[in-house]
Each structure stands twice: as C-alpha cells, then as structure tokens.
C-alpha cells in the first residue's frame, strides 16, 4: 500500500514554533518518527494543548529530555544531537499537520509506539499525566540544508508548547523527509 503524497509547505513564511525533545526533532529529521505525542506544558492551563496551527518550525529542546524515555532499540540508531551554541536556536525541521486525533485510550496510544521514538513507559506516563488522554499527530516533515538561526530570547523560556518568533522564517527550499515503508499489520 503506498500512501497519499505529503502536502507541501502553503506558508511561504512562518514565525510559528511548536518546542520539542531535540531527540525527537532528530527522529522527525530522520524519518525514524512520523507523529508527535502530545501533552501540554504547564504554561498551558486547565485546557492543556491545543493544535493550534497547522504548519508550524520544530523549536528542539533538551528540557525534561532524557535518553531513558527513549525506546533502547531505536536509541542506538540515531545519531547524537549536538548541543548549539548557547544562547541559539537552530530552526530548520518544519511540520505540516496531516491529521489529529485526540486519544482517550491507551490502547490507542499504545499501537502508534512504534511511529515514534519514545518508551513504552514515557507513552504510558505521558498519557496519564493529569488527566488520562493524548494527543496524536501525524506530520509530514520537511528540513533546510541550513537552518534558520535565532538568539533566545525570554519569551521563549518556560512550560508552553508554542513559541510565536520575533520574525518570520521563510520556507522556501523546505525538502520532504522520506518515511520507511511500515510493515504489514499482522492478523
């Protein structure tokens, strides 16, 4: 079965940042991840997350990242993150938003572990924290040669998933991230 062509990039710009595990941001770039488990931060409130763009720059963090929330199998395939140089961020992952469910089951959230890089048991955590239920989105992902660097700034810093940016990256010359074939399903 071959799946539907990835939607290109529509913004010609964005000032959009969704944060994320630096590993998980590596995983993305490497087609080694197809979808983003999603929480919320505690800047977030009582609503918790929301997917509120559709396109958005993938802003890497090492905050509460840790290599033991990594599934060991996958962990000794991707290549190590180099740390930038403090006080900047490289942006140059880029998401579009193929689809969105919000998952009440863990069940549900169980199947997807092996579309994304992290354990079993932070899947699990992640799900129960406050109040069980997850998001699950499934992106395409494109890359730049060379990324867009930014000084941090205050307005960055804390527990918030999106980051609006002082300025507007352009997309152009975005690249699609090629994704393994899945294997069959079994019966």
Known sequence: ?????????????????????????????Q????????????AEGPGGFRIEHSEFWLYPT????????????????LPSVPVPPMGQIPLDV??????VEYAESEEVVLRRVPEQILSEQTVRDRFHYRKPGLFIVTVDV?????????????????CHSWVPLETELDTEGLA????????????
Request: aromatic share 6%.
């Open 62 to 77: 090492q905050f509460h990242q840790s290599d033991d929330h990594i599934r060991v199998e996958v962990a000794e395939q």
């Open 94 to 99: 880029y998401a579009v938003v193929r689809e």
């Open 31 to 42: 087609g080694t991840q197809t979808i983003l488990l999603r929480k919320g931060g505690i």
């Open 142 to 158: 494109f890359v730049r040669a060379s990324p867009h660097w930014l000084a941090e700034q205050p307005q960055y810093a804390g």
């Open 176 to 187: 699609p991230v090629s994704c393994p074939e899945a294997p069959p399903a079994e019966n």
């Open 1 to 29: 079965m071959t799946s539907a062509p990835a939607p290109a990039p529509t913004l010609a710009s964005n000032r959009m940042a969704l944060k994320e595990w630096a590993i998980v941001t590596e995983a993305l770039r």
